[in-house]
């Protein structure tokens, strides 16, 4: 083999290597997002307003806390099986009379809302809670409450950033950030997002950050994520139907389309794992059959892709 040809192989194998290991990438704006003002009774929130907060606010303001919460829709944009490597949270935080101040990211361990409250001004007062508001007290107002006053969160610190004057800021990525949203992924109902915990041992330490009904769209938040893609593209379209064969048993074909080429996907009949079929998907398609399945309501499902089918056979 002469020496281009060598070079030539190695280049090619590097290319596939690359290939095989290139991770896809997605940046979301955030779901919702909402301010835990303290207040005892839960009647301070903002879930419609520009900004959110966290530190706390100066000795003219009662030197009380605030705790910002943000979450983000993290499985309508990523593949169930995914396998996230790189995590970014970027916030605007657009107005502070303190200098350099810790903000962490703490992973919300329980669910909350995002009422019609609007806060006036620069918004650091709050507003009247309205129904299904983040409170102090409440997940939801006014129903609703968390198991802790100042919101349910993990002591672990997903992320720290040393936030000083008015900027763009971005936390991660890190091990933590990562574990948390490949949690979010395998597991969409635990995804509360996160709460932003500024300086709360001293007075006047608040930070304002701009939330998703900002005004002005470049400055709201934004997650980047990068994964490297499972067998799942997100798009998967699943048929199943039964065709009978005798007056007992009947088998049940099953189709998968906009699958992703050269993935193994496995199909599973009823939730029985004794049914499962492996198969490997060619030009976004793979099929399965389960013969002898008697009458009656049957639910054919894509492992890897939560994605099923109900059929009837008669």
Same mark, same amino acid.
């Given at each position: ?97 303190a200098g350099p101040?810790?903000?962490?990211? $703490? ?25 299904? +508001? ?6 939801? /107002? #006014? ?45 969409? !109902? ?11 041992d001293f007075v006047?330490?608040?930070?304002? /950050?701009?939330? $998703? !009904? ?31 064969? #005798?007056?007992?048993?009947d088998l049940i ?16 009949? #009823?939730? #029985?794992?004794?049914? !499962? ?19 009656? +309501? ?17």
């Open positions: 083999m002469t020496y281009q040809a060598v070079v030539s192989a190695m280049l090619a194998a590097a290319s596939i290597s690359w290939t095989t290991a290139r991770a896809d990438q997605v940046i979301l704006g955030a779901a919702r997002d909402n301010t835990l003002y303290e207040q005892k009774d839960g009647l301070l929130s903002n879930g419609a307003g520009e900004f959110m907060f966290a530190g706390r606010t100066e000795v003219l303001g009662g030197g009380l806390i605030r705790r910002a919460v943000i979450a983000f829709d993290v499985a309508a944009a990523v593949p169930p099986d995914a396998t996230v490597t790189r995590v970014e949270l970027t916030l605007n935080m657009s107005k502070t009379i101040a810790d903000v962490e990211l $703490h992973r919300v361990v329980g669910d909350w809302g995002e009422g019609k409250s609007d806060a006036p001004g620069q918004e650091g007062g709050g507003a009247p809670s309205e129904r299904g +508001d983040a409170t102090w007290i409440h997940t939801k /107002f #006014d129903a609703e409450r968390w198991g802790s006053v100042g919101g349910d969160f993990v002591d672990a610190v997903s992320a720290v950033l040393s936030v000083a004057g008015p900027a763009f800021y971005t936390w991660g990525s890190t091990p933590q950030m990562v574990a948390d949203v490949q949690g979010w992924v395998d597991d969409p !109902d635990s995804d509360f997002g996160w709460a932003l915990i500024g300086d709360e006047g330490t608040a930070k304002r /950050f701009d939330t $998703h !009904d900002n005004l002005i769209p470049e400055n709201r938040p934004q997650l980047l994520i990068e994964f490297q893609p499972g067998a799942c593209t997100g798009g998967e379209k699943l048929s199943a139907r039964c065709k009978n064969k #005798d007056p007992k048993l074909k099953a189709k998968l389309s906009n699958g992703r080429d050269g993935a193994s996907v496995t199909f599973r009949l #009823d939730g #029985d794992p004794n049914t !499962d079929v492996v198969r490997s998907v060619r030009r976004g398609k793979a099929k399965a059959k389960f013969k002898g399945v008697a009458d009656g +309501d049957h639910v054919v499902a894509l492992l890897e892709c939560r994605v099923s089918k109900a059929t009837t056979c008669e």
